[in-house]
Structures are given as structure tokens and as C-alpha cells.
């Protein structure tokens, strides 16, 4: 379930990659994803706290996380 506003997107191995999980755990200030024993677990109730920092994209390898903004169909992302 998305956000109302906001929404992630996590390529399937960045989801299973534990390092990642603990930098996005790390990254997010509005505890948008945790660290659940090496997975990446979306907190789908935080979601829409999102301020659009983009600390999570730049954790982020290339192409592995995009956050969507619902309300305009566009995303962060590199
Ligand atoms: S853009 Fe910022 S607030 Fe939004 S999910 Fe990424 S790290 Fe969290």
C-alpha cells in the first residue's frame, strides 16, 4: 500500500541488500524504512512525512530507490 502523497520504489536485490537497508534505515528522518534483519522494510505509515530530501536516492546506488510523489507523477531519482 502507497502513501497517499508519496510512495518507494526499491529494485527487488536493494530491498534484500543488507547493507543498503541499514544506510536507508540511517538516511531517511522520517523513518521511512527499517532495517528488518538485512531487508528493507517501507514503513507505509510514515510515508507520507516524506520532505523530499533525497538522502535516500543518494544512499542509493543508481536506479535502486525512487521515491514517487504522487500528487504530480513525478519522481526523485537518479
Ligand atoms: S526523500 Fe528523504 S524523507 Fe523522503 S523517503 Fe527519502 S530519505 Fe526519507
Redesign the pocket.
Known amino acids: 500500500m502507497a502513501g497517499t502523497f ?1 510512495d ?1 520504489e526499491l529494485s527487488p536485490e536493494a530491498r534484500d541488500d543488507p547493507e543498503l537497508a541499514q544506510k536507508l534505515e540511517d ?4 523513518d ?2 527499517a532495517n528488518r534483519d538485512g531487508s528493507v522494510d517501507v514503513v507505509e505509515e510514515n510515508l507520507d ?9 543518494e544512499a542509493a546506488p543508481p536506479g535502486k530507490v525512487r ?1 514517487l510523489k504522487l500528487y504530480d507523477g513525478t519522481a ?1 531519482e537518479r
Do not use: N
Not at 27 to 30: D, G, H, K, L, N
Not at 49 to 57: A, F, H, Q
Open positions: 508519496i518507494v538516511a531517511c528522518p522520517v521511512i524504512y512525512e516524506c520532505i523530499l530530501c533525497g538522502l535516500c536516492v521515491v526523485l
